[in-house]
């Protein structure tokens, strides 16, 4: 039997993926994933020759250019000599755990936060620290509380539009955690990927409010343009960039440079501020419309509205969403149990649930499904 390495005792499965897998070869409303909507997603037209042959492993220039200036728009200064473009913004996880992330590390991150990033934090042995946080963004003393324990020596955040909660940071969440941050040397991961799928406004990204603690800042093309062309960006301190391209020329070289084309054109199209729009006015639908059929299926659920994002994050009081979750996909409608976005596992009565993918009809015949199944579940007992 082949030897391997320790950490692939740490390997866990991605239950989204498991889901949507699941979800893809049935008659399942998967309010479980990520997905944007249909009908925001347009073809490309096939870019002009340039991009077929092996590139640079941080980036054709041109678009790290075009990053570094829609980054400047947003309120962050980054060269484009220290912006890299990677196979989605989860590599852009994948090599900041690799460069900061040992056996043992203390990695601090919101309670809840995206499953994805802790399924990395974990294969490479982070010892994960939770901050408590909701839609303004963790307290200042959970903050503070967090570094007296022992600094961590990198804190992740999502502080502009959370997954799964969809919510916006407070200026004293944000003030805090740059203080103690630059205070202890920990290394700042931001990540920041559904700005644009609400109008605004959005607060700067909050890397560049830091004075002298290291950062990386990582984007997604996945959310606002094409999920299939797997692309996302980073930028990061000065001290960090070098070793992160050694990290990237070592897992693949560098990231498609027809993605990268793709992603440019969109950049420089004059209709890119319309075709935004258009999305935002078609997800601000769909969260109405979902928020009604919310109120409506489960009057039971304690829940937000999110101010941007994919994910309305809610509530079962008593109710262990993972184990409603078997029966409930037996009855034709997935979502993701809270736990899965928990760093230390708890959260259990919480789910995320996807607004965007399906349209409001499919959508509240999905809530009607976990009602349904609530009620056999009561009168079962």
Not at 305 to 333: E, H, I, N, Q, Y
Request: with cysteine.
């Amino acid at each position: 039997m082949a030897a391997f390495a320790r950490r692939i005792e740490r390997l866990r499965p991605s239950l989204v993926r498991e889901i949507l897998a699941a979800a893809a070869s049935s008659d399942i409303i998967s309010l479980a994933g990520g997905l944007p909507a249909a009908e925001t997603l347009q073809a490309p037209a096939m870019p002009a020759d340039g991009w077929q042959q092996y590139g640079q492993s941080e980036g054709d220039m041109p678009l790290r250019i075009a990053v570094s200036e829609l980054l400047d728009s947003r309120g962050l200064e980054c060269p484009a000599g220290r912006i890299m473009l990677t196979t989605g913004s989860q590599q852009a996880l994948d090599l900041a755990a690799k460069l900061l992330i040992d056996e043992g590390t203390r990695v601090a991150c919101e309670n809840p936060t995206y499953l994805a990033a802790l399924q990395v934090f974990r294969l490479f042995g982070a010892d994960l620290r939770e901050v408590d946080s909701g839609m303004a963004g963790p307290a200042p003393d959970a903050i503070a509380k967090c570094f007296a324990e022992g600094a961590p020596n990198m804190f992740y955040a999502m502080p502009s539009i959370s997954n799964p909660t969809g919510g916006i940071w407070s200026e004293d969440a944000r003030r805090a955690l740059v203080e103690r941050c630059d205070r202890a040397g920990t290394v700042l991961v931001e990540d920041d990927p559904y700005r644009e799928t609400s109008a605004g406004p959005h607060p700067a990204p909050l890397v560049g409010s830091l004075k002298r603690a290291p950062w990386i800042h990582m984007g997604s093309f996945s959310k606002s343009l094409l999920p299939g062309i797997r692309l996302g960006f980073l930028a990061a301190s000065e001290d960090l960039f070098p070793l992160l391209v050694r990290l990237k020329q070592g897992a693949d070289l560098h990231s498609s440079r027809l993605s990268q084309a793709i992603a440019l054109a969109d950049l420089r199209d004059p209709a890119r501020d319309r075709r935004l729009a258009r999305l935002q006015a078609i997800y601000g639908e769909r969260l109405e419309a979902f928020a009604g059929a919310l109120r409506q299926e489960l009057p039971m659920a304690g829940w937000a509205k999110p101010s941007g994002g994919m994910f309305v994050w809610a509530r079962l009081p008593g109710r262990d969403t993972s184990a409603l979750l078997d029966p409930c996909m037996k009855a034709g409608v997935a979502f993701l149990p809270g736990r899965e976005c928990s760093p230390a596992g708890g959260l259990g009565d919480w789910m995320r649930l996807n607004f965007t993918a399906c349209d409001p009809e499919r959508s509240r015949e999905g809530l009607a499904r976990i009602r349904r199944c609530l009620e056999e579940l009561r009168s079962s007992i």
